[in-house]
């Protein structure tokens, strides 16, 4: 979307990748819908900020208040950040606020940043289960990365991840290896590709020779498995994570609103 200004009446109503639908939503969802467009289409980026109301208001010829209850919204979301006296920032993971959301295993006691150990980072061939997931054609190019996260020298979460290779071209081993923060954080500075919201499937598992050799667990121990479907704007899926977690010393923290 670029940078002209653009009114819209009550009656105009458009999707969050922008185009026209036959269907009718409150002014302020129309208007949260144009900056998420603007958001997809890399305007503007994780962590910089956006437009003021008023700004935006004159932008898309609606009162100020209509602009304030779509920016609202997205902050409720954790697509936005208001930051006091400094105006409103495009979300970022590289925040601690937001890095967070999507890492929910806790100590029993304290808190603590987990240490990572990056087994393996591998461009293949999607298998058909990860390529439905992804909403990519059996075949197509996807990247496989495993991981350990320790909590005092003891692994606690073995990863599986998968991303599409069309979305990660240039990820390796040594390109993690050297980010220090969380992987989304790279994902979004680097990679132009930001997660906004993710899907999960918890069950309990026994852990099978491989899962009980990497986390230093007896075989047939009481595992979390944690599967999540995680998505960018316009609910594109771009990333499959299978984890299996230790509960001994932890806890899966969840907050609902």
Known sequence: ?????????????????????PSFSPLYAQIKALI????????????????????LAKRFGVSQGTVRKAVDEMAAENLLVRRQGRGTFVATHAEQKVQYRFL??????????????????????APAAIARALQLRTGDPMIEVRRILSSKGVPVVLDDIWLPGDLFKGLSTERLNLHRGPFYGLFETEF?????????????VAADA????????PLG???LSVERLSFTYGDKAVELRRGL?????????????
């Open 221 to 223: 121990a009481p595992l």
């Open 192 to 204: 132009g590709v930001h997660m906004i919201r993710a899907e999960e499937k918890i069950r309990a």
């Open 210 to 217: 491989e899962a009980a050799c990497l986390l230093q667990v």
């Open 36 to 55: 998420i467009a603007s958001l997809q289409s890399g305007e503007w980026k994780a962590g910089e900020a956006i437009p003021s109301e008023l700004d």
């Open 104 to 125: 929910r295993l806790m100590p029993d006691e304290g808190s603590e940043s987990l240490e990572r150990q990056l087994l393996d980072c591998r461009r293949q061939r």
């Open 1 to 21: 979307m670029s940078g002209s200004s653009r009114s819209i009446s009550a009656e105009d109503t458009v999707r969050a990748d922008g185009a026209a639908s």
């Open 245 to 257: 977690y230790c509960t001994a010393t932890h806890f899966y923290r969840n907050e609902l609103n």
